[in-house]
């Protein structure tokens, strides 16, 4: 619940409750769907919506309107083959643009879930931008993972937004599952986090965004693959809540939590 006017959020549930307003009426993930198009024309494609067309336009947008502001990237710079990402979820369109800056050089994917999806039309075209979308069923949910083990093979990154919801400029890092930890564990790649923290800026009203990057950090491989997970996403947890209290300054909006519903 929402009120504009004074900017407040109202929420009982951290984990499930979201903000992100975008009225899109979500539908499965159609069964003919494409996880990775290697094809010599879908290759071509990728690289001239990426590259091209997307990375330079996102550039100019990130860096003179939205001001966005990068910390301590260079923990990316000996990065040799591919990571995942994890992040903190406070933005809609900005979020999808934010993982391309952490290491530029590198093609960024986003685990993406059903409502990014169910735009008519634009499927291939978020395929070729780096989006990864949750399968609907059995099927796809193994067709993701091998497109996730091929683009880590490659040498690309994948972005994670555990939180899975959209809370806009929250200044903490919500709770969040050990689930999601899962793909860096099973296949021992490195992890990095990336947290958005907000400032107040000298001048108006709207917060001042610097995204801090942090790692990287590893899968305990001595330990079963639950435990593993659960370390590797307590680490991570530390390391955004770390951040989030040093950075953020500035509640550009209030969220308030209602009191339990009796039943």
């Not at 499965?28 to 336009?57: H, K, M």
């Not at 969040?176 to 793909?183: G, K, L, M, N, W």
């Not at 639950?226 to 390391?239: G, I, N, P, T, V």
Request: proline share 6%.
């Amino acid at each position: 619940m929402k009120n504009k006017k004074e900017r407040v959020y109202y929420y009982r549930d951290e984990l499930n409750d979201d903000f992100a307003e975008n009225n899109i009426k979500t539908k499965p993930l159609s069964e003919r769907y494409i996880f990775t198009d290697d094809s010599f024309f879908g290759r071509v494609g990728e690289f001239v919506v990426y590259r091209i067309i997307a990375q330079p336009l996102v550039t100019a947008f990130i860096k003179l309107v939205w001001l966005q502001r990068f910390k301590n990237r260079r923990v990316m710079k000996e990065l040799k083959g591919g990571a995942f990402i994890y992040a903190n979820h406070t933005g809609d369109v900005i979020d999808a643009f934010i993982p391309n800056f952490v290491c530029y050089r590198k093609h960024n994917h986003i685990i993406v879930g059903p409502d990014a999806m169910s735009i008519k039309g634009l499927n291939g075209l978020l395929r070729m931008l780096g989006a990864i979308p949750i399968g609907s069923s059995v099927k796809q949910m193994g067709q993701m993972m091998e497109c996730i083990d091929r683009r880590i093979s490659e040498g690309r990154l994948v972005t994670i937004y555990p939180e899975a919801h959209i809370w806009p400029y929250y200044t903490r890092i919500r709770p969040f599952p050990a689930a999601s930890f899962r793909y860096p564990c099973k296949s021992g790649t490195p992890v990095y986090t990336m947290t958005t923290c907000y400032k107040k800026r000298a001048v108006g009203k709207l917060p001042k965004a610097v995204t801090c990057v942090d790692g990287p950090f590893f899968p305990k491989e001595e330990l079963p693959i639950k435990q593993r997970m659960q370390a590797l996403r307590d680490e991570c947890y530390a390391a955004m809540c770390r951040r989030a209290e040093e950075e953020s300054d500035y509640e550009y909006v209030k969220y308030v939590k209602l009191p339990e519903e009796k039943e």
